[in-house]
């Protein structure tokens, strides 16, 4: 055994040691990883947390922190700064590599912490270029000037870094064992970052570029008929029989229409198809108890952690219960002893794209108003793990920053495009939640959402007084009409944002005579509004749904809201279901297509879990739109914009010879009874395909694929084919991984009552049972009591005392 | 035998303060002091390293009813939970077996300085 000697086997051994502590590729290193007292198994929560008693540094005084039986956090501080700080040092230590990593993502650092990846780092340099860490910085800077503010976010930054300061690598959470890194000291920029990342889900979608195309492709007819009509079942969010009192003063648009070089594509993050919402609030002459019930789901694409964390804040004049977002301090969507609120996106155009004309290659200077106006530059850093640096110059002009179209290689010349975007603006919106938070009556909830900036909402209220209101909540550019629908002159004044409507004008209404207010993302008003908001909102149909039910309601308890969250009913299937069966050619069907058209024709629209048409019906008009717009819109070989699907069924209700209907590519002149019953057929083939024969496996909670990715997408981390009904369209808006990512159900009254639940738990630690904890009852609509204290509990599930110096 | 044990004694004890690469500090030790034959010291060095990791992460993994190991098992790819406590088990046998057979041979001396059999 010669060969075995000690040299050679001292190499192997030390050989080893270094390959199990190195980390390849996406591989951790394995020894690290696999160590059964520090690697990952050091996560595996085996009993419940103990109470104990902590010493953090700057608290001012004894703070209190009872987890109740579904671990949800109270925290019973004896004065504001207490408060926040003890809020942020929870949320770390529930949520901490969630807060971390939607940071980086909103900073352009992903390849920081991911290492070499093409695609992050793409994802990395238009973040920078969209200006992320840019406005971030704006943003700090001016929550800096309020003092109250700035003590809010130094507080709770200093209550995250008591947490990380706590840590070895050892505790730290799985991810970053996983990852190979290790969490990075908190700052309020880091909170300004999140704020650009919701901005950035919510405020960060343009259609510029694709209407431009649309128009220059089927012109200006097809815009009009497609864009600029709403359907007739619409129902604003404030209703037609509203009247404004008062006079709107508008920019004059420019006598003739600017035509881009080219639109072809410009840099942009897809827009987030995932996101809408419902709130609605009724007023007491319409509930049971006599007081106000209002209902709130945000609809997002649902992650493990979730989104959300439940918290209870209290503290002398403070005390509310809802939902936080991790980072940001303060109550998100939640209600105190007085009010409550609840908020769904707003779909105003606040993001616009402008052709520029530099007048060299240095870009120094650009074309505006007739002169060359100077541009300011600013350095982008992107440090790749492993030490590749990436650096990128970003030209800024007035506007905003530059972007160069991805296909003007092909021209003679680059064209560049200026953005436009409220996420650039300077204000200080997290002082409205924080205000929201501590309102006790309808003035307090206005006075709060006066400096709110964006992304906008709309902010559903109702409150002990009796009150219910809405309000389409934001700073809203003051536009033309149709100003912004498509890519805009940036040389011409008149196309900048000349202005802001004032905020007493913006849309809202208080106390209707319906005896409602309610909001799901469609159109903020009807044409009778005097001001221009945007050209694409969500379609009618959830909007539509709610004010139906909710105008025969009456005697309403909290259970019917809670039941109505849970409505699988689909206008869109009622609006045009009838019609399709009735279009098929039934002489081109086969037996067993026939048997289930029985099926289809007696189905009643519900998008239920359990039942076979919704699958069926979602990949039927799929199909049939494909194959009414694809022809034309392929030829096109660019990206057009599709119409929404509420417009296009009454196009083919009103107009079933319409244009498009023909495929362009046969000779013959195809109808839509054809199309319908081709399209009933190919789905058919899918489904088979796909599912087998008809049975269970083609009921509609398998086909969705209700997948809750975890939120860095580690596999294994996430929940996977969460059986559900739902549909983009109703108002249980659950399918493919998005949806209500909370459900709050508030009954005002002498004693406010709270109901809610969303899919996840509080820790965000896959090692523990309590991490996917309310998936269940998410699924199946029953929300959880909430337990509001008044005060502090004497019992609890433990407890956390956090002591001063 | 008593290798075994002393290893996985003290394995334990350094890996509770000491990153997880100081167990085989525990195989060099003790293969250098019983200087076995070198497929024994490898053998030995294996099993008690294997035994002390595959039995932590078996405790870890019952108590915890095996949430974690389900989500890190789906995250491999490995199918069973199970297989994720043996890939434990396996890491630290081969450090134990390469610790331990390094151990024995660098020890140049003839004679051990004792038996793995009690006398």
């Known amino acids: 055994m010669r060969f075995l000697s000690p040299f050679l086997s001292a190499i192997l051994l030390i050989a080893c040691l270094i390959t199990l502590n190195t980390k390849f590729g996406s591989i951790p290193p394995l020894g690290t990883f696999f160590d059964p007292d520090a690697g990952f198994w050091a996560n595996a929560e085996l009993d419940l947390p103990e109470s104990e008693q902590l010493h953090l540094e700057g608290l001012k005084a004894e703070v209190s922190v009872v987890f109740d039986e579904r671990r949800v956090p109270h925290i019973f501080a004896q004065n504001e700064h207490d408060l926040f700080l003890a809020q942020g040092y929870i949320t770390a230590q529930q949520r901490l590599f969630q807060m971390e990593i939607q940071t980086y993502d909103a900073a352009g650092r992903l390849s920081e912490i991911i290492g070499e990846n093409p695609q992050v780092q793409q994802r990395d340099l238009t973040t920078r270029r969209w200006g992320m860490p840019w406005a971030a910085e704006l943003k700090v800077a001016e929550v800096q000037k309020d003092s109250t503010s700035w003590a809010i976010v130094s507080a709770y930054s200093q209550g995250v870094n008591a947490y990380i300061n706590t840590l070895s690598p050892k505790n730290y959470p799985i991810e970053y064992k996983v990852l190979n890194a290790a969490p990075e000291a908190w700052s309020p920029l880091k909170t300004s970052l999140l704020h650009m990342n919701m901005l950035r889900t919510l405020a960060g979608g343009s259609s510029d570029d694709r209407t431009s195309r649309t128009a220059a492709y089927f012109g200006q007819d097809f815009i009009e008929k497609f864009f600029n009509t709403d359907p007739e079942a619409l129902e604003a969010i404030i209703p037609s029989s509203h009247e404004w009192e008062f006079e709107a003063e508008r920019p004059e648009a420019p006598q003739t229409e600017f035509v881009p070089k080219t639109a072809d594509r410009i840099q942009f993050f897809e827009p987030n198809a995932g996101v809408g919402s419902n709130n609605w609030a009724v007023h007491g002459s319409k509930t049971a108890s006599g007081y106000p019930i209002l209902a709130g789901d945000p609809h997002l694409s649902l992650s493990l952690p979730s989104i959300w964390m439940e918290m209870q804040l209290h503290a002398p004049d403070y005390n509310a219960y809802g939902v936080t977002f991790q980072g940001i301090p303060g109550i998100l969507i939640g209600f105190n002893e007085h009010i409550a609120f609840s908020e769904t996106n707003t779909g105003s155009d606040v993001m616009d794209w402008y052709e520029i004309t530099f007048k060299d290659a240095s870009k120094n200077e650009y074309w505006y108003d007739n002169t060359w106006k100077p541009t300011t530059k600013r350095i982008e850093e992107i440090t790749v793990k492993g030490g590749n640096i990436i650096t990128d110059t970003l030209v800024f002009t007035h506007h905003g920053p530059v972007m160069r179209a991805n296909t003007s290689d092909t021209l003679a010349e680059p064209v560049y495009h200026a953005m436009r975007w409220i996420g650039h603006e300077a204000g200080n919106s997290l002082a409205t939640f924080i205000r929201l938070n501590k309102a006790k009556n309808y003035s307090d909830y206005v006075d709060a959402l006066k400096e709110y900036v964006a992304p906008a909402q709309n902010f559903v209220f109702a409150s002990n007084e009796g009150d219910i209101a809405i309000w389409v909540n934001g700073k809203l550019p003051n536009k033309w009409d149709y100003q912004g629908q498509k890519v805009s002159d940036g040389s011409n004044p008149d196309y900048d944002w000349q202005g802001w409507i004032p905020h007493a004008h913006n849309p809202h209404h208080k106390n209707p005579p319906r005896g409602f207010v309610s909001s799901a993302n469609q159109e903020s008003t009807h044409d009778s509004y005097p001001y221009y908001l945007a050209d694409e909102f969500a379609p009618y149909e959830r909007g539509r749904r709610i004010n139906d039910l909710l105008r025969e309601m009456d005697q309403i308890t909290p259970q019917d809201m809670m039941d109505m969250q849970m409505d699988n009913y689909s206008l869109h299937a009622e609006s045009i279901v009838p019609e399709l069966v009735e279009w098929i050619i039934k002489d081109s069907l086969n037996a067993k297509e026939l048997e289930f058209l029985v099926q289809m024709s007696s189905w009643n629209f519900e998008m239920n879990a359990d039942l076979k048409q919704p699958g069926f019906f979602y990949y039927w008009w799929r199909t049939l739109t494909r194959s009414i717009f694809s022809d034309e819109y392929e030829a096109a070989d660019t990206e057009l914009r599709y119409p929404d699907r509420d417009r296009v069924v009454e196009v083919l209700k009103n107009e079933p010879g319409f244009y498009l209907i023909d495929n362009i590519e046969t000779e013959s002149v195809e109808t839509l009874q054809e199309l319908v019953t081709d399209a009933y057929s190919y789905t058919y083939q899918l489904m088979s395909n796909y599912n087998g024969v008809v049975g269970e496996d083609w009921n509609w909670g398998f086909v969705m694929n209700n997948d809750i990715n975890h939120v860095g997408q580690i596999p294994g981390f996430g929940a996977n084919d969460v059986y559900s009904g739902g549909s983009y369209e109703a108002i249980n808006a659950t399918r493919f991984g998005y949806g209500p990512s909370w459900r709050m159900v508030v009954e005002l009254g002498p004693e406010v009552k709270g109901w809610g639940v969303y899919p996840g738990g509080i820790t965000g630690n896959p090692g523990s049972p309590n991490y996917d904890a309310f998936i269940e009852n998410w699924r199946t609509g029953n929300h959880f009591e909430l337990n509001f204290y008044r005060e502090k509990p004497d019992e609890s599930l433990f407890e956390l005392t956090l002591q001063s110096n | ?119």
Do not use: C
Not at chain 2, 27 to 37: Q, Y
Not at chain 2, 44 to 58: E, N
Not at chain 2, 77 to 100: A, D, E, F
């Open chain 2, 1 to 119: 035998m008593i290798l075994a044990l002393l290893i996985i004694v003290s394995a334990f004890i350094l890996n509770l303060f000491l990153p997880w690469w100081s167990i085989a500090l525990a195989g060099l030790i003790f293969g250098f002091v019983f200087k076995e034959k070198a497929l024994t010291s490898f053998l030995w060095g294996f099993t008690a390293l294997f035994i002390l990791w595959g039995s932590q992460a078996m405790y870890t993994h019952l108590a915890n009813d095996g949430v974690l190991t389900g989500r890190i098992a789906e995250m491999l790819g490995v199918g069973s939970p199970l297989i994720v406590v043996l890939i434990t088990g396996v890491i630290g046998g081969i450090v134990g077996g390469l610790s331990t057979l390094t151990g024995s041979l660098m020890n140049p001396k003839k004679t051990r300085l004792l038996s793995t059999r009690i006398p």
